[in-house]
């Protein structure tokens, strides 16, 4: 299973982890794995190229593991981070036995 943590603080959402292997099909041929990580892949994309914001990412082939950090957050940003929370949220809805979403509230440290 593939399990999508979004990591929010005030509500914005700040980053998230996408860990695991959905197990749809064989590797190479899962349909649910390629899903998830052509959502997380553009959403990186878009971050990078259209929101020009800056984050930190940790990828990890073998684990199935993709964890965005933002290291700053604008209106753009914040758009599409919501617009995959939405997308990987649908597939979850479609594939509820391969892909699970959660969420991870972060408290600011003083």
Same mark, same amino acid.
Do not use: W
């Given at each position: 299973?593939?399990?999508v943590t979004f990591?929010?603080?005030?509500? %914005?959402?700040?980053?998230?982890?996408?860990?695991?292997?959905?197990?749809?099909?064989?590797?190479?041929?899962?349909?649910v794995c390629a899903?998830? %990580?052509?959502?997380?892949?553009?959403?990186?994309?878009?971050?990078?190229?259209?929101?020009?914001?800056?984050? %930190?990412?940790?990828?990890?082939?073998?684990?199935?593991l993709r964890e965005?950090?933002?290291?700053?957050?604008?209106?753009?940003?914040?758009?599409?981070?919501?617009?995959?929370?939405?997308?990987?949220?649908?597939?979850?809805?479609?594939?509820?036995?391969?892909?699970?979403?959660?969420?991870?509230?972060?408290?600011?440290? %003083?």
């Amino acid at each position: 299973m593939t399990t999508v943590t979004f990591f929010r603080f005030n509500g %914005s959402i700040l980053g998230y982890r996408a860990k695991g292997h959905a197990g749809y099909d064989d590797y190479g041929h899962d349909i649910v794995c390629a899903a998830v %990580s052509a959502l997380c892949q553009t959403c990186e994309l878009g971050l990078e190229r259209v929101a020009g914001a800056h984050f %930190s990412l940790k990828t990890d082939e073998e684990k199935g593991l993709r964890e965005l950090q933002l290291e700053d957050l604008n209106d753009r940003a914040a758009t599409i981070l919501r617009t995959l929370e939405e997308g990987l949220t649908e597939i979850a809805k479609q594939y509820p036995g391969f892909v699970r979403i959660t969420y991870m509230e972060r408290r600011q440290t %003083s």
